[in-house]
């Protein structure tokens, strides 16, 4: 097997957050579910969107996030998404490209036009997401870039982007794509209602070896295994994928891997601002640790260090210098 030019080339969906401090009235006011991520349509995205204040507009997409903060470590990235030929596609391939993130997917033209995720936040930093697909759901597996994924130690898969059939189809072939080539498959699965619609491809993929590192929160491990009880869904996944690794937001992080079960707490920070990002930014910590080897703890701290800087300010982008950060906090 060739040494590998990329560390983790990752499949998702290709997003500008517009994001807007709230009252809490207006998530109730909207029927919003709080804290966290609903679909919806063109006539939805035009009504909450009239109802934000002023907003700020930031290229996101939850594997671009975590592309951004491994770039920001150091680490050797590049991306595959569907924008249109749009102002926002424009935003969108000219921020991740800043970042040094390899983006080469053309954009699509006419519409629908480019994906944007309308992010509310309340005063306690917890963010409420109304996500607009458009042309982000359009990635076809023509699309694929299989010379780059068969080059990157990880090919790293969104979740969130299983729910159309069209990039659906497109992950499935780049899996191939990566096992053929020898590489390693990493899957987040993103939020409980696509385990809801999806629950029964992914428990699939773990049985036939498809995923090896499986990324989860506490609610998501539940939704998958169908258990409430935190250790009891650690213990029926653990021994089924290489490298399991749960967040618990504010409790911290569990990893299991070859055998060893780790935790590590939260890093300690003195406001959060917003929590937009947080798993994309700890998957970003742990897959750099991972790629250069490190113990499952480091990995794990390094997560809990990235998510920490990104939920002290607006945007799920990494604002601090995290190479910096991390050599300082790691000391």
């Given amino acids: 097997m060739p040494e590998p030019t990329l560390d983790v080339i990752a499949i998702g969906n290709a997003i500008v957050d517009v994001m807007a401090p709230c009252e809490d009235a207006v998530i109730e006011q909207f029927g919003m579910t709080r804290g966290g991520?609903?679909?919806?349509?063109?006539?939805?995205?035009h009504a909450l969107y009239e109802a934000m204040g002023p907003a700020r507009e930031i290229s996101g997409g939850s594997a671009a996030n975590t592309l951004a903060g491994l770039a920001a470590l150091g680490a050797r990235c590049a991306f595959i998404g569907q924008v249109a030929d749009d102002q926002l596609g424009e935003v969108f391939a000219h921020d991740i490209r800043a970042g040094g993130i390899a983006f080469d997917t053309p954009a699509r033209a006419g519409d629908p036009p480019?994906?944007?995720?309308l992010i509310f936040v309340t005063a306690d930093g917890q963010r409420t997401m109304n996500t607009f697909l458009g042309a982000s759901q359009f990635l076809p597996?023509?699309?694929l870039d299989e010379?780059?994924?068969?080059a990157a130690q990880i090919l790293y898969l969104e979740g969130y982007l299983w729910d159309p059939e069209e990039p659906r189809a497109a992950m499935r072939r780049a899996i191939a794509a990566a096992r053929t080539a020898g590489r390693k498959v990493a899957f987040t699965l993103s939020d409980a209602f696509v385990i809801e619609r999806h629950g029964a491809d992914f428990r699939a993929m773990i049985e036939t070896g498809e995923i090896d590192i499986l990324f989860a929160n506490h609610i998501e491990l539940a939704a998958l295994t169908g258990d409430d009880d935190f250790h009891a869904g650690i213990a029926a996944l653990k021994?089924?994928?290489?490298?399991?690794?749960?967040?618990?937001s504010a409790d911290g992080a569990v990893a299991a891997a070859g055998g060893?079960?780790?935790?590590?707490?939260?890093?300690?920070?003195?406001?959060?601002?917003?929590?937009?990002g947080a798993g994309d930014l700890f998957a970003a910590g742990f897959l750099f640790g991972h790629v250069r080897g490190r113990p499952l703890a480091e990995c794990l701290r390094l997560g809990a260090i990235c998510a920490a800087e990104v939920i002290s300010h607006y945007g799920a982008r990494p604002e601090a210098d995290l190479k910096a950060l991390v050599t300082e906090k790691l000391r």
């Fill in 37 to 45: 991520m609903t679909l919806v349509d063109t006539a939805r995205a």
């Fill in 114 to 117: 480019t994906a944007r995720c």
């Fill in 141 to 143: 597996p023509a699309a």
């Fill in 147 to 150: 010379a780059a994924i068969a």
């Fill in 239 to 248: 021994d089924k994928v290489p490298v399991l690794v749960v967040t618990r």
């Fill in 260 to 276: 060893e079960l780790v935790e590590v707490p939260a890093e300690p920070i003195s406001h959060v601002v917003d929590t937009t």
